[in-house]
């Protein structure tokens, strides 16, 4: 039962590098989801995938990218990591239907110095 | 922006104690879900609810959904250690959800 996998687990880095955060589901959802959840801010979404092939902003999008590289896998890039991305990064997926739950990975905990 | 206040946002009580916590609207919503989050956790899907008064059950908790729908309560009957977590309250918007900031809830033995 591994549902949604996150890599890695934690990551730190410099201000100015990149990096890219892995997703994988195994549900066959078509919907996949990034959030980052600051203390005191809950969850803010920062962009979406509806579908294989598609992907949106969010609330946060700012200083991310996104690749939907099939229906199993969407990935999160910093291009030039800032210390205001500090945070802990969830990915989410979920059925077809908006009231079905979004399920979610463990988190990757992202500190950038 | 279609915003969810939870209350209270921390919350400390000794095991057997009950809790209620609340998550509030100005305008009305379609469906609530309601997550509990573990330290070190992603969120996990305890309820949704749909119709204006519904009122769920799972154990020890009981939901409800206002009969104007802008808000819901979560009550906890006899809370144990293992109840602390993060509870998060989340609004459907075009496809996606939309979170309040969370209660945290710690329970001492």
């Known amino acids: 039962n591994a549902g949604v996998t996150q890599t890695p687990k934690f990551q730190v880095l410099k201000t100015g590098q990149s990096m890219t955060l892995q997703c994988a589901q195994d549900m066959n959802h078509n919907s996949m989801y990034w959030y980052r959840q600051d203390p005191g801010m809950g969850l803010r979404l920062i962009y979406y995938?509806?579908?294989?092939?598609?992907?949106d902003k969010g609330e946060v999008p700012n200083g991310y990218n996104v690749s939907r590289l099939n229906k199993r896998e969407f990935s999160l890039r910093l291009e030039s990591a800032a210390p205001s991305q500090t945070s802990v990064y969830f990915c989410a997926s979920r059925g077809e239907w908006s009231n079905q739950p979004q399920h979610f990975g463990d988190g990757t905990r992202l500190s950038i110095l | 922006t279609q915003l969810l206040e939870q209350s209270p946002q921390f919350l400390s009580i000794q095991e057997g104690e009950n809790l209620t916590v609340y998550c509030n609207s100005s305008?009305?919503?379609?469906?609530l879900q309601w997550y509990r989050q573990e330290p070190g956790e992603g969120p996990v899907l305890l309820v949704t609810?749909?119709?204006?008064?519904e009122v769920k059950k799972l154990k020890r908790l009981t939901f409800q959904f206002g009969d104007a729908r802008k808000d819901s309560s979560l009550h906890i009957t006899a809370a144990q250690t293992g109840d602390t977590g993060l509870y998060l309250c989340?609004?459907?918007?075009?496809?996606?959800?939309?979170f309040g900031k969370g209660t945290k809830l710690s329970v001492k033995p």
């Open positions: 989340a609004r459907g918007s075009q496809g996606n959800l939309i």
């Open positions: 995938s509806a579908s294989e092939g598609t992907t």
């Open positions: 305008s009305v919503f379609s469906s």
């Open positions: 609810v749909v119709t204006g008064g």
